[in-house]
C-alpha cells in the first residue's frame, strides 16, 4: 500500500505550508501529492508549483471537478504539467453535486450523471491518445459542437502538443454504487470519499469486476496524538460540513452514502441539524465511531494496529490528510 499526500483546497488564503509538507512527504518516500479545489482555489495550480520545488513524487488532483472546465480544457492542463513535470501527473476527476455545479459553475447538473461522465473521460482518453481528431456524439460533450445554438462551423480537431503519455491515469471520484461500477469500466483507479476497513462489504459488489492493477486511493485524516476524542475533532468537523452542507436536503450524496455505511439516522440528524443553522451541534452529532473508522487518530502504537486493517482490503493507495510533518514521519516509518 502506497502513501500519499493530500492537501485539499485553500481555506481563507494559500496554504504557506504546502509546498515544505509536499517536499517533505517525497524525503519520505511517499508516492503521491494531490491537490483539490471546491468553490476557491483550482487544483491544478498549486500542483504546478508544486511540480516546480520536487522532482519525484505524483503529482494527483483528487479532485478537479468536471463542471469547472470542459474535458478538452482538462486534458489540456493535464498534458501540460505532465510535460512539463517529467510524467508525474494523476488525473483525478469528479462531477461534484448539484449545489455547485449550479450554484458556482452556473451549469445544469446532468440528469444522467453516469452518462456525463462516460463522456467526459471519453473525450480526455482520446485528446491525451491523439489517434486523431476528438469526435464524439455526446448527450452532454459534443465534439464538435452540434448544438441548435451553434454555427455548424466546428472542426473535429487533435491536439497540437503531443501528449507526453497516452495512457495518463485517470481516476474518479465516485459515491454511488453504480457509479463506482462504472469507475471500474472507464478509469484507472477510484478516489473513494469516505472509506471504512471495518466495512469494505459496503464496496464489494461495486468493486468486483475492478481489473487488475486498478487503484483504490481513499483519503483518510491522519494525527499522531495521544487524545483520540481530541484528533478526531477536525475529521467530525468536516463530516459536519460535508453531511450537512455540501448538498440540498432532498439530494446530498454524502449523507446519502454515510447511511449506506450503516449511519443513516446519524446522517439524517446531522443534516437536519446543520440545515437549521445549528452546526456546532451538528458536528458534535456525528458519531465518534463513524470518524474513527475513516480515519488514523491516536497514539503510535494505535495507529499501527489500524493501519494493518487498510493494509488487508482492496486499497493500494493510501492518501493522508495530515498538516503534521511529525505525523507524516511516523505513517512513513509504520508503512
Known amino acids: 500500500m502506497r502513501l500519499g499526500l493530500a492537501l485539499g483546497y485553500w481555506g481563507r488564503g494559500p496554504s504557506a505550508d504546502h509546498v515544505s509538507l509536499a517536499r517533505e512527504a517525497e524525503r519520505l518516500g511517499y508516492d503521491s501529492v494531490w491537490t483539490a479545489e471546491s468553490w476557491g482555489s483550482d487544483a491544478f495550480t498549486p500542483l504546478t508549483w508544486i511540480a516546480a520545488q520536487t522532482s519525484r513524487i505524483k503529482l494527483g488532483t483528487a479532485i478537479a471537478q468536471m463542471a469547472a472546465r470542459s474535458p478538452t480544457t482538462t486534458a489540456m492542463h493535464a498534458l501540460t504539467l505532465d510535460h512539463l513535470s517529467g510524467g508525474r501527473v494523476m488525473l483525478g476527476l469528479g462531477l461534484s453535486g448539484p449545489q455547485v455545479v449550479e450554484g458556482w459553475y452556473g451549469r445544469p447538473f446532468p440528469k444522467s450523471p453516469l452518462t456525463a461522465t462516460r463522456e467526459y473521460v471519453d473525450v480526455v482518453r482520446q485528446v491525451l491518445r491523439r489517434e486523431g481528431p476528438v469526435e464524439l456524439d455526446g448527450r452532454f460533450h459534443s ?29 474518479l471520484g465516485a459515491e454511488g454504487p453504480k457509479n463506482i461500477a462504472q469507475t471500474t469500466r472507464i478509469a484507472d483507479g477510484w478516489l473513494p470519499l469516505y472509506w471504512s476497513p471495518m466495512r469494505t462489504a459496503v464496496y464489494e ?3 468486483a469486476a475492478a481489473p487488475e492493477g486498478f487503484l483504490v486511493a481513499p483519503m483518510a485524516r491522519a494525527k499522531v496524538c495521544d487524545d483520540v476524542s481530541e484528533g478526531l475533532l477536525p ?3 468536516m463530516l459536519g460540513f460535508y453531511i450537512g452542507g455540501m448538498g440540498h436536503a432532498a439530494r446530498n450524496f454524502h449523507a446519502d452514502l454515510m447511511a449506506r455505511m450503516g449511519f443513516e439516522e446519524e446522517a439524517r440528524r446531522i443534516q437536519e441539524l446543520f440545515l437549521a443553522g445549528r452546526r456546532e451541534e451538528a458536528v458534535l452529532a ?8 475513516i480515519s488514523l487518530v491516536g497514539p503510535r502504537e494505535r495507529i499501527a494496529e489500524r493501519l494493518e486493517l487498510w493494509r488487508k482490503g482492496p486499497v493500494t493507495d493510501l492518501l493522508l490528510l495530515s498538516p503534521d510533518p511529525h505525523t507524516l514521519r511516523t505513517l512513513a516509518e509504520l508503512n
Not at 465534439?143 to 481516476?171: C, N, Q, S
Not at 456525528?286 to 473508522?293: G, H, L, Q, S, Y
Open 143 to 171: 465534439h464538435p459542437y452540434r448544438g441548435a445554438d451553434g454555427t455548424g462551423l466546428g472542426k473535429a480537431l487533435k491536439p497540437i502538443t503531443h501528449p507526453l503519455r497516452a495512457e495518463l491515469p485517470v481516476l
Open 205 to 207: 459488489a461495486s468493486l
Open 235 to 237: 475529521v467530525k468537523a
Open 286 to 293: 456525528v458519531p465518534d465511531a463513524f470518524a474513527d473508522e
